[in-house]
């Protein structure tokens, strides 16, 4: 009897993966054995190895971290990290707390540099058909608010105002990479094209956020749209890590959105 007949074969088949070898004695990633990769490679080559099968060059490594630097934290006043420390004062362990914070990164709080990238990628399509980058900008938005409504996401912030100060330091950095030639600078041209259309469209400048310059590096990169929220999300459990574990040592039982004498306005609708 073959292999391919057996329940051996239907069992192993049942998780197959080309992410991890392992068996007694023996771990391999992507072909690369564990303890060839423990002190020779960081922790963003790790995850780039992880997520796309091969192992990025250092000046790709170094522009990969840059984007997950930026993303760790944004205070309290971000909902995942909210959501944590008031995880932590529910007397629930720190796996719990994270599970809290990460479970809020969703399509609005979380998702923004997916759908930047999305719109980058319909630009880039366009203009690899003739359209020259104006046009596939200006058409790539209207297609844009026609699909997901006014806001676009990756350009403005409710808090940062008029600068959002992660965004220009990081499109430097894809800046200076594209000069050296380890990313085509491509991406770095939509995303400025963007956020000036956008800026003329309303008649008063607009800031690129952090998701619209994360996705641009993600972009650069090779990364597809929905690594980009993964990535996002990853950044985003250091925050959510910290914070947690920050309340944990500070303490506090129960501990809601607001101090218990601000209480929320009652409409009544009788």
Known sequence: MSLENTEEHAIRHWWRTSIIDMKPGQIEFRGHPIQDLIGNVGFAQMIWLMTRGDLPSKAEADLFECALVAGVDHGPQAPSIAAARMAATCGVGLNNVMATGVNMLGDVHGGA????????????????????????????????????????????????????????????????????????GMFADIGEAVQAEIGRQRGIEIAMNIDGATAVIFCELGFPPPLSRGLFCLSRSVGVLSHGWEQMQQGGRNKGPMPPRFLPLYEDKT
């Not at 058409?139 to 220009?168: L, Q």
């Open 113 to 184: 540099g997916e759908q930047c990238a999305e719109l980058y990628l319909d630009i880039a399509e366009r203009m690899d058909a003739g359209v020259n980058l104006n046009d596939a900008t200006r058409d790539g938005i209207a297609h844009w608010r026609e699909t997901y409504g006014k806001i676009v996401s990756g350009f403005g912030h409710r808090f940062h105002k008029p600068v959002d100060p992660r965004a220009p330091r990081l499109m430097a950095m894809v800046r200076e990479a594209a000069s050296t030639g380890t990313v085509d």
